[in-house]
């Protein structure tokens, strides 16, 4: 119990555990979302909270309301005070209802999210669970065992199945009972009927390796249609980002224009729309999409140390000056080592590490701004500078330095970070293709060591370098499981990763590899298949992006080349009964449209990114291509 909660538990522990019945789904909740806190105390720590906050909110608005009725000078009754105190009291026991109200909801929403992940790892944990049951050399718990320590690949699935063997291990439960505290305890219907079904076949003494392989074939189809469900929700997501981003602007835009020049100040609500409005909505909706979606870039790969204690009972000696010195020099040549390799082959590096281009092309764009702008930023009247006044001219200028240097921030990113994700989905396709010959050679009697030798020996695309690489480790005598870890470390992905160690695991616990290959094999080429038909289904989506984009663009000039020109600068020109705006700036207006179609290109290039790829940082490309058409469009043609 940390200190905050046990102070909390001492003021107003026997209030909350009375009034904990009027919760009744808050002690599920808690243990769905695995919050390690019984109800009451988890109560009595929101009334503190609501406490807190009501004497903090309290003391703020007192101190606001208090200070406005002098500004107002208002003398309703003689004692101001009285009422500032009231209304303070007022709003803070309101601020902290709700406060209280979100916490009680918070364990939900908590569990919620846990169940979405739940969901979406558990069709990987049942086909873990099926591959280590097929050769027999396991029991059942040790094969929820061997998943509980997978977390980083597995995720929730393997959190679940933790609780499993602590139940187990540490509380003395068999395995009947302990799967339905699981059961009980758990936020997914999903993973309930799969303890439900676990259960029945463990109580009755049924066929656990059939239960998992129909289980492993349910899921893959439950899979398929998720994704199918998915893609039906992108294509609404679509519409409704092209109604509300690209069509919704454009008719905002066009009829503040005339409002413009029929005399209202349209200008400042366009600046409003084109600076805050787009991008707040665009990164809001990039947010929803992450919410509903697969990360298709895979959750990021941990890298796990750990520690042998072989060499405990060796007596070491203590310390000297002599000996200090000497490991911070190894240590100091180790850095020094490391920054000479990546300085002298920086390819390899910063494609394996994309972002870290951004160390270099970040300063050199700023460096562009600044040289280049250096005279036109001293020109600047930057007190006079307001939402209806921009310096047109000054501001035209820093913007081609602010493409360039934009250029400049992207490329290098682009280049490496396009090279590496290629590479992986290279390796991705191949690893069906190389699990699947080696199965066929250890299906002849050939150990798995010598089949990855002979594999070595045929092409099998870019992976073919680390299969040779696997091969001369196993020759000079290395472990066939560190090999496998060294292979899994390189190539980082949850794919890889997650079939590299289905294959440590299964060559550790039995001798029927060839079973388990196959089931790996069949596991990646569902993967490559639903991967492949998600591409082919969200390139239609980058398309509508790239087609509503263009459109905005096209509107825009039109009313920047055509439109506005116009537009009569005098009152001589303007038709009789027509209010004009004489104070008209059509600079300003063709400024504000250049700046609207770069801040489109860049959000509609992460949209796309994020729909075709399902990544942010793969959308990086699409807006600078669509950048520069902008840019082109307003420099060449306006």
């Given at each position: 119990?940390?200190?905050?909660q046990d102070?909390?538990?001492?003021l107003?522990?026997k209030h909350?555990?009375?009034?904990?019945?009027e919760?009744p789904?808050?002690c599920?909740?808690?243990?769905s979302?695995?919050f390690a806190?019984?109800?009451?105390?988890?109560?009595?720590?929101?009334?503190?909270?609501?406490?807190?906050s009501?004497?903090?909110?309290?003391i703020?608005f007192y101190?606001?309301?208090s200070r406005?009725?002098?500004?107002?000078?208002?003398s309703?009754i003689?004692?101001?005070?009285?009422i500032?105190?009231?209304s303070?009291?007022i709003?803070?026991l309101l601020?902290s209802?709700?406060?209280?109200n979100?916490?009680?909801?918070l364990?939900l929403?908590?569990?919620?999210?846990r169940?979405a992940?739940l969901?979406q790892?558990?069709?990987?944990a049942?086909?873990?669970?099926?591959?280590?049951s097929?050769?027999?050399?396991?029991s059942?718990f040790?094969i929820?065992k061997?998943?509980?320590?997978q977390r980083?690949i597995y995720?929730v699935?393997?959190d679940?199945f933790?609780?499993?063997?602590?139940?187990?291990?540490?509380f003395?439960y068999?395995?009947l009972?302990?799967?339905?505290?699981?059961?009980?305890?758990s936020p997914s219907?999903?993973?309930k009927n799969f303890?439900?079904?676990?259960?029945?076949?463990i109580?009755s003494g049924g066929?656990?390796i059939?239960?998992?392989k129909?289980?492993?074939e349910?899921?893959?189809f439950?899979a398929i249609r998720?994704?199918?469900?998915f893609?039906e929700?992108l294509?609404i997501?679509a519409?409704?980002y092209?109604?509300?981003?690209v069509?919704?602007?454009?008719?905002?835009?066009?009829?503040l224009?005339?409002l413009?020049f029929?005399?209202?100040?349209?200008?400042?609500v366009?600046?409003i729309l084109?600076y805050v409005?787009i991008?707040i909505?665009?990164?809001?909706?990039?947010?929803?999409?992450?919410?509903?979606?697969?990360n298709l870039?895979g959750?990021?790969?941990?890298t796990?140390?750990?520690i042998?204690?072989e060499f405990?009972n060796?007596?070491v000696n203590?310390?000297t000056?002599?000996d200090?010195?000497?490991?911070?020099?190894?240590s100091?040549?180790?850095?020094?080592y490391?920054?000479?390799?990546?300085?002298?082959?920086?390819?390899?590096?910063l494609t394996?590490k994309?972002?870290?281009?951004?160390i270099?092309?970040i300063?050199a764009?700023?460096i562009?701004?600044?040289?280049?702008n250096?005279?036109?930023?001293?020109s600047?009247?930057f007190s006079?500078i307001?939402?209806?006044y921009i310096?047109v001219?000054?501001a035209?200028a820093?913007?081609?330095y602010i493409?360039?240097?934009?250029?400049?921030?992207s490329?290098?990113?682009?280049v490496?970070y396009?090279?590496k994700r290629r590479?992986?989905?290279?390796?991705?396709?191949?690893?069906?293709?190389?699990?699947k010959?080696?199965?066929?050679i250890?299906e002849a009697?050939?150990?798995l060591?010598?089949a990855i030798?002979?594999?070595?020996r045929?092409?099998?695309?870019?992976?073919?370098?680390?299969i040779?690489?696997?091969?001369?480790?196993?020759s000079w005598?290395g472990?066939?499981?560190?090999v496998l870890?060294k292979?899994?470390?390189?190539?980082?992905?949850?794919f890889?990763?997650?079939i590299?160690t289905?294959?440590?695991?299964?060559?550790?616990s039995?001798s029927?590899?060839?079973?388990v290959?196959n089931?790996?094999?069949?596991?990646?080429?569902?993967q490559?298949q639903l991967?492949k038909e998600r591409?082919a289904e969200m390139?239609?989506?980058?398309?509508?992006v790239?087609i509503?984009f263009?459109v905005?663009?096209?509107?825009?000039?039109v009313?920047?080349a055509?439109f506005l020109?116009a537009?009569p600068?005098?009152?001589?020109?303007?038709?009789a009964?027509m209010?004009l705006n004489?104070?008209f700036?059509?600079?300003?207006?063709?400024?504000?449209?250049f700046h609207a179609?770069l801040?489109?290109?860049v959000?509609s290039?992460?949209?796309?990114?994020k729909?075709g790829?399902g990544s942010?940082?793969?959308?990086v490309?699409?807006?600078?291509?669509?950048v520069?058409?902008?840019y082109?469009t307003?420099?060449?043609?306006?």
């Amino acid at each position: 119990m940390m200190p905050f909660q046990d102070i909390a538990y001492r003021l107003f522990g026997k209030h909350a555990f009375q009034k904990k019945d009027e919760y009744p789904k808050l002690c599920h909740s808690l243990k769905s979302a695995r919050f390690a806190i019984p109800a009451d105390q988890y109560i009595s720590t929101g009334y503190l909270y609501s406490l807190i906050s009501f004497c903090v909110t309290g003391i703020i608005f007192y101190f606001i309301a208090s200070r406005l009725f002098e500004i107002l000078d208002l003398s309703i009754i003689d004692d101001m005070r009285i009422i500032a105190l009231l209304s303070s009291m007022i709003i803070a026991l309101l601020f902290s209802t709700i406060l209280f109200n979100i916490q009680m909801k918070l364990p939900l929403l908590w569990a919620s999210n846990r169940k979405a992940y739940l969901d979406q790892s558990l069709t990987h944990a049942v086909a873990y669970l099926y591959a280590l049951s097929k050769g027999g050399g396991m029991s059942l718990f040790d094969i929820f065992k061997s998943l509980s320590q997978q977390r980083h690949i597995y995720g929730v699935a393997a959190d679940e199945f933790g609780y499993i063997v602590r139940d187990m291990e540490y509380f003395g439960y068999d395995m009947l009972t302990a799967l339905k505290n699981a059961k009980e305890n758990s936020p997914s219907e999903k993973y309930k009927n799969f303890l439900d079904g676990m259960l029945s076949i463990i109580s009755s003494g049924g066929d656990v390796i059939s239960y998992l392989k129909n289980k492993s074939e349910q899921y893959r189809f439950l899979a398929i249609r998720e994704q199918k469900t998915f893609l039906e929700t992108l294509a609404i997501l679509a519409e409704v980002y092209v109604t509300v981003f690209v069509v919704g602007p454009v008719f905002l835009i066009t009829i503040l224009i005339v409002l413009g020049f029929m005399g209202s100040n349209s200008l400042d609500v366009l600046y409003i729309l084109v600076y805050v409005l787009i991008p707040i909505g665009t990164v809001l909706f990039i947010v929803f999409l992450s919410t509903i979606s697969d990360n298709l870039e895979g959750r990021s790969i941990q890298t796990s140390q750990q520690i042998f204690n072989e060499f405990d009972n060796v007596r070491v000696n203590e310390y000297t000056t002599i000996d200090e010195k000497m490991l911070k020099k190894i240590s100091w040549n180790c850095t020094i080592y490391n920054i000479i390799d990546k300085v002298s082959n920086p390819i390899k590096w910063l494609t394996r590490k994309p972002h870290y281009s951004l160390i270099l092309s970040i300063p050199a764009g700023l460096i562009c701004i600044l040289y280049g702008n250096l005279t036109i930023l001293s020109s600047l009247d930057f007190s006079s500078i307001s939402l209806s006044y921009i310096n047109v001219e000054a501001a035209a200028a820093i913007d081609d330095y602010i493409v360039f240097a934009f250029i400049i921030i992207s490329v290098p990113f682009i280049v490496f970070y396009e090279s590496k994700r290629r590479w992986v989905l290279k390796v991705e396709n191949e690893m069906p293709e190389f699990l699947k010959r080696l199965a066929s050679i250890n299906e002849a009697g050939i150990r798995l060591s010598s089949a990855i030798s002979l594999v070595s020996r045929s092409k099998i695309g870019v992976l073919n370098t680390e299969i040779k690489r696997m091969a001369s480790h196993l020759s000079w005598g290395g472990n066939l499981e560190e090999v496998l870890k060294k292979f899994e470390y390189r190539v980082r992905t949850e794919f890889n990763s997650r079939i590299i160690t289905l294959i440590i695991r299964a060559s550790e616990s039995t001798s029927d590899v060839i079973s388990v290959l196959n089931i790996a094999a069949s596991e990646a080429d569902m993967q490559n298949q639903l991967k492949k038909e998600r591409s082919a289904e969200m390139t239609v989506y980058v398309f509508i992006v790239y087609i509503a984009f263009l459109v905005f663009l096209f509107i825009v000039y039109v009313l920047a080349a055509y439109f506005l020109p116009a537009v009569p600068s005098s009152a001589g020109d303007a038709v009789a009964g027509m209010p004009l705006n004489i104070q008209f700036d059509m600079d300003a207006y063709i400024l504000l449209f250049f700046h609207a179609s770069l801040i489109q290109g860049v959000c509609s290039g992460l949209v796309a990114g994020k729909m075709g790829s399902g990544s942010v940082l793969a959308g990086v490309k699409h807006s600078l291509f669509l950048v520069l058409i902008a840019y082109i469009t307003f420099t060449q043609f306006i």
